[in-house]
């Protein structure tokens, strides 16, 4: 089974909506079976998203309690549980606000209280260990953004993941920040030994994106040749928001060149965001990422940004945690073709 092709932009909302995925659906299968958490990791662009929404509408339609929180814009322990707080069942949050107030905080689906340092940390505590009980997941998209009240989340997950037997959490998105906390706990920490399931998305092989890209382009009944399919892969690479571009400039009537075109321009707008934020303003870590550009030896890097080992070893584990370089023994690279061709021009 391969799967229905949508050239759609927005994330699929159902299991036969993703495109030779089936081996990832049953692991993750497997590891709701079992009760376990699991993140789902990868490369921005490559279906984190649909893979978890598909998942959920899937044990919806089974009976289970759903619910799904972006965390794009979240910071902090109270943004996570802000937005969490206001995708909960009407029910709940009237429960929650009794709950609240016998902390003395502030709680409504327009406001939450908070002071760090407070008793806001038990309130969330509480409330997340009054959750609905009866087989409910919660997707936590964007997971790795939340970068500030780690610590006090952390023994919160632990007593969640030791005491709810019918509650599944599902984190997505790279293995940084908190992430990185929740995959690599240390010894002493509360959720040591106990790191949830990892899934891990990979950009599709060559001959797999061209599958996909024929097969979307059949099904709008779009005419192509073979050379305009190759000449896809080859300037835009594999990655499923890349083609989904192309495919819907193709949709909607513009030709071949045009299409193309108009992807590598959106390709590289969100590859540029994403650079930007991985630069930070840093002139040495924008000289680093520009050599990547071209494959490049860590003592050549290390050269020529004039920064020291520790420096350049932390920003470049920080780049592969994103998936947005690849490491071949001392020598790195970024991954993605859009990527390097939006490095170059910044």
Known sequence: MQGV????????????????????VKQIQGVIGRGDWLSILGPRMVGKTSLARAILD?????????????????????????????????????????????????????????????????????????????????????????????????????????????????????????????????????????????????????????????????????????????????????LTGWLNYYGRGREDGRSHEASLRKAEADAKTVAKTELGKAIAGSAWRKKALKMMGIESHFNEMLTETNVSPTSLTKFLDRMERMYMIEKNGRNYSIADKMYRSAIREM
């Open 58 to 238: 899937s044990y919806e339609r089974k009976g289970w309690n759903v619910l799904y929180v972006d965390l794009g814009e979240a910071k902090t322990a109270k943004d996570l549980f802000s937005m969490l707080y206001m995708q909960m069942p009407k029910g709940f949050i009237e429960r929650a606000e009794d709950i609240a107030s016998r902390f003395n905080i502030e709680i409504s689906r327009v406001k939450i209280g908070y002071t760090p340092g407070s008793k806001t940390m038990k309130a969330i505590d509480y409330v997340l260990n009054n959750l609905p009980r009866k087989k409910i997941i919660i997707v936590l998209d964007e997971f790795q953004t939340v970068a500030s009240g780690i610590n006090e989340l952390k023994g919160t997950f632990h007593k969640l993941m030791m005491e709810g037997k019918n509650l599944v959490f599902i984190f997505t998105g790279s293995a940084i920040g908190l992430m990185k906390t929740l995959q690599e706990p240390k010894g002493d920490e509360p959720l040591a030994g106990r790191p949830p399931a990892e899934v891990v998305l990979e950009p599709w092989s060559e001959s797999l994106a061209k599958e996909y890209l024929r097969a979307g382009l059949k099904g709008c009944g779009v005419p192509f040749t073979d050379e305009e399919i190759d000449d896809v892969t080859a300037r835009l690479g594999t």
């Open 5 to 24: 092709v949508n050239f759609s932009m927005k994330p699929r909302a159902e299991i036969s909506e993703l495109y030779d995925r089936e081996k990832e």
